[in-house]
């Protein structure tokens, strides 16, 4: 099938900066200001045709540059949430959460070599090493929790994948040691999800869940419309509670979506909250 006339200049203007002989500063201002253009727009089509085309770019970017630790950066963020967000195929999102952990895994390792591996320690080891992470990997080190979260939702039913999720935790308490508001106070966001997925009995702590989620949307000042749709749909439906998920979702509708580095979040969390809403008679049984 032929590319859209409009998608093939995308492609063009992406891939340009592989032939042009950018120097890294360069390609760092090109792959920032994609990516910021990406977060900050609002339509979610336009992102869903576009993003594998800036993908494309990144991993020929990576191939001439591997040791670039901003790129490795950005192609592991960008590569968990196309996974995450835009992608239905269970084989699809688990080969490309694995490329996404894997570009973060080789920046944590290039920026602090002691950390290369560290997935593999027993979790009596991994924790203490992490503690002495400081501010100037923290990114690296966020990027690589947020992948192995990604990786990890893509396998939700392979318990030796679950195995890790301690692991992931501590990564991000680590992170909120480092610097609790990071990225609209998402570190909270990412452990309300690992904590809400499961119900007491299987070893969940939604309590401690909802904590975190309320926690993300105090430091985002309510602005991240994401964490008030997963506090309704992890922590609200598990614990049956309509008024509380209603009222989140209804809040999620009537927020205006256009906030810097947040807009196509919200926007996305927009429409899960509508459906989650269309859904609340039959799913509380009223």
């Not at 070599?113 to 080190?141: G, M, R, S």
């Not at 990027?143 to 301690?166: C, K």
Request: net charge negative.
């Amino acid at each position: 099938m032929a590319l859209p006339k409009r998608i093939k200049l995308l492609v063009f203007l992406l891939l340009w900066p592989l032939f042009s002989g950018c120097v890294p500063s360069a390609l760092h201002q090109v792959s920032d200001s994609i990516a910021s253009g990406i977060l900050d727009q609002s339509d979610v089509i336009i992102v869903r045709e576009g993003l594998p085309a800036y993908l494309l770019m990144t991993d020929g970017l990576i191939e001439k540059n591997p040791d670039d630790i901003g790129l490795l950066v950005s192609g592991a963020k960008l590569y968990a949430f196309f996974a995450s967000e835009m992608v239905k195929d269970d084989t699809r999102r688990r080969n490309l959460t694995e490329k996404a952990r894997s570009y973060a895994q080789r920046a944590l390792c290039l920026k602090e070599p002691k950390l290369c591996n560290i997935d593999t320690l027993a979790y009596d080891v991994f924790t203490p090493a992490l503690q002495p992470v400081d501010q100037d990997t923290l990114n690296e080190l966020y990027t690589y929790g947020l992948t192995w979260a990604a990786w990890l939702q893509a396998r939700s039913r392979d318990w030796n994948a679950i195995a890790d999720q301690p692991k992931i935790e501590a990564i991000f308490e680590r992170v909120l040691k480092l610097d609790e508001s990071m990225d609209f106070g998402r570190a909270h966001y990412y452990l309300g999800l690992l904590r809400s997925q499961l119900s007491p009995a299987l070893g969940g702590e939604p309590e401690a869940g909802k904590n975190h989620f309320e926690r993300a949307i105090e430091l985002s000042k309510g602005k991240d419309l994401a964490v008030k749709v997963a506090l309704a749909r992890d922590y609200a439906r598990m614990i049956y509670d309509r008024s509380l998920h209603d009222r989140l979702l209804h809040e999620v509708l009537q927020a205006n979506p256009n906030v810097s580095g947040l807009t196509l979040s919200n926007t996305m969390a927009q429409l899960e909250a509508q459906r989650l809403l269309d859904e609340s008679n039959s799913y509380f049984q009223e």
